[in-house]
């Protein structure tokens, strides 16, 4: 189905923004990488596809662009599925789209793990 416009101009935003920043960066020295945080209902969602809907759809153009611009890319959205799935656990706050303190202990561990697999060294 069609992407509605109004999402396709995000998306086309956010590419361009996101492509501004690599380039800086590139010409500054740092890394870039990318962590995507899921939205609450994407994580909670029951089916991941339906009619008019596929949750993972967002994430897949940040994927792209990523996979595009060699970019290590790390997608929180199926962990964070899993987790809630497993431990019947509320990770955002009631009411709010942002993180609870359970929602940023497990989004810490899996963007430190991430950062370890990527080669960086844990501090003391």
Do not use: C
């Not at 945080?37 to 089916?47: G, I, N, S, T």
């Not at 990523?66 to 599925?81: E, G, S």
């Amino acid at each position: 189905d069609p992407y509605p416009a109004v999402a396709s101009k995000a998306i086309e935003i956010t590419l361009k923004s996101i492509d501004s920043i690599r380039r800086m960066l590139a010409s500054n020295g740092p890394k870039f990488m990318i962590a995507n945080l899921p939205y609450q209902e994407q994580v909670y969602v029951k089916e991941m596809q339906g009619s008019g809907y596929n949750v993972e759809r967002p994430q897949s153009y940040l994927q792209d662009y990523a996979m595009d611009n060699d970019i290590p890319y790390l997608d929180l959205l199926p962990p964070l599925r899993d987790y809630v799935r497993i431990n019947s656990k509320k990770i955002y706050v009631t009411g709010d789209p942002h993180f609870n303190t359970s929602g940023h202990e497990i989004v810490g561990s899996l963007v430190a793990q991430w950062f370890l697999q990527q080669g960086f060294q844990q501090r003391e």
